[in-house]
């Protein structure tokens, strides 16, 4: 059971818009610390996908946005991508637990 | 190039010891904090544990507090992963990732992983 819940999967049709929400607590997102979003491709290790809450690494596609309110956060995709077909994971910092946290990945299928 | 490297996996009873290594090149590793993340076959992410640049700090997950020790060597430019008392279910890939300066503390750079896999 991860700290930050995530939908186990979704998927859309290349071109279409798919959303990620990422809920958590008032002792990381809603602390308030940040929320990071990776990707990561088959076989592969993470990589940066979103920072901060809403900003992009250089080099990440700007079809790729992300917001937070409150407690929970989302991932967008807008005008998926075949390459899109990853796994993502949010995670924040938890005062409590004094350590990072993930969700615990969701899976986008391209179809 | 920017880059993190690990070594030191394989196969270990339960109840073993193994030291991971992780190998920074391509940027000045002693202004960094790093971290240890690992991942379970077929599962999701699992930060493990932290180290600021100057060890001053070190914090660990619950699920290896008392086990696991992490260590830096500036002067090598390496991290480490000393895993004693080691259960089945601490097998996984283990990431060492770069704590970005600039990122609000994202994991802006990851090693590809080393395999850790407990078993009699």
């Known amino acids: 059971q991860s700290v930050l819940t995530q939908p186990p999967s979704v998927s859309g049709a290349p071109g279409q818009r798919v959303t990620i929400s990422c809920t958590g607590s008032?002792?990381?997102?809603?602390?308030?610390?940040?929320v990071h979003w990776y990707q990561q491709l088959p076989g592969t290790a993470p990589k940066l996908l979103i920072y901060?809450?809403?900003y992009r690494p250089s080099g990440v596609p700007g079809r790729f946005s992300a917001s937070k309110s409150g407690t929970s956060a989302s991932l967008a995709i807008t005008g998926l991508q075949a390459e899109d077909e990853a796994n993502y994971y949010c995670?924040?910092?938890?005062?409590?637990?004094?350590?990072?946290?993930f969700g615990g990945g969701t899976k986008v299928t391209v179809l | 190039e920017v880059q993190l490297v690990e070594s030191g996996g394989g196969l270990v009873q339960p109840g073993g010891s193994l030291r991971l290594s992780c190998a920074a090149s391509g940027f000045p590793f002693s202004n960094y904090e790093v971290t240890w993340v690992r991942q379970a076959p077929g599962k999701g992410l699992e930060w493990v544990s932290y180290?600021?640049?100057?060890?001053?700090?070190?914090y660990y997950a619950d699920s290896v507090k008392g086990r696991f020790t992490i260590s830096r060597d500036n002067t090598k430019n390496s991290l480490y992963l000393q895993m004693n008392s080691l259960r089945v279910e601490d097998s996984a890939v283990y990431y060492c990732a770069r704590i970005s300066r600039i990122a609000d503390d994202a994991f802006d750079i990851w090693g590809q992983g080393t395999m850790v896999i407990v078993s009699s």
């Open positions: 180290i600021s640049d100057t060890t001053t700090s070190i």
């Open positions: 901060g809450n809403v």
């Open positions: 995670q924040s910092y938890d005062s409590t637990l004094s350590g990072w946290v």
């Open positions: 008032s002792t990381n997102i809603g602390a308030p610390h940040d």
